[in-house]
């Protein structure tokens, strides 16, 4: 059975993760919790953060666990032309919008980050985003995916807030 709501996981969600909260040498159950959710068919990426995830280094655990993955979790995006055309919808809104500075609208539009197609991913194929970023709609230094996604009526949800609707004592997965 598949989940009413999606989601595709933000790269941020993994790097910080790993970083900080959740590291691999002591809470396993967070990373197994991803795997469950999308065996459970909850939880996903995309080709872009798998991306972003693999410019680490070779030993860095986050790269080693999400090459652990089954392909199906990080669904397609620059090769699907429903994200592509969403994408291009992005982009325009992003060049033509006044409220943020050109480094930021440079910065949002960069090829090889994933924000703006996360975005148009779950535009394309009505996921949700978890993500760590809060929305700040006055700032105009960083386009921030809550922000941006809420443009495109994409719903976004912290990390924490979807931990605590689908998580079970230490991390055990939940429908």
């Known amino acids: 059975m598949t989940p009413a709501h999606r989601y595709l996981v933000d790269a941020n969600v993994f790097i910080q993760a790993k970083n900080f909260h959740y590291r691999f040498e002591f ?14 068919g909850l939880l996903f990426s995309t080709a872009k953060v ?15 666990w999400a090459n652990q993955l089954p392909s ?3 669904v397609p995006d620059t090769h699907d ?11 325009t809104w992003n ?8 480094q930021a609208k440079d910065e949002f539009a960069r090829a090889d980050k994933a924000d703006a197609f996360l975005i148009a991913t779950a535009k394309a ?14 700032t105009k230094r960083r386009v921030l995916i809550p922000d941006a996604a809420n443009v495109f009526s994409v719903n976004c ?5 979807l931990l605590s609707r689908h998580a079970v004592g230490t991390f055990g997965f939940t429908p």
């Open 50 to 64: 798998f991306q972003e995830l693999n410019d680490g280094n070779d030993d860095d655990q986050v790269k080693l």
């Open 27 to 40: 809470c396993q159950g967070f990373w197994q919790w991803l795997a469950d959710g999308h065996d459970a």
């Open 125 to 138: 194929h009505g996921f949700n985003l978890a993500t760590h970023e809060r929305s700040w709609p006055d």
């Open 72 to 74: 199906s979790f990080f």
């Open 157 to 161: 949800t912290m990390i924490y807030d």
């Open 81 to 91: 032309a429903a994200v592509m055309r969403a994408y291009s919808h992005v982009m």
């Open 95 to 102: 060049f033509s919008n006044n409220h943020y500075t050109q």
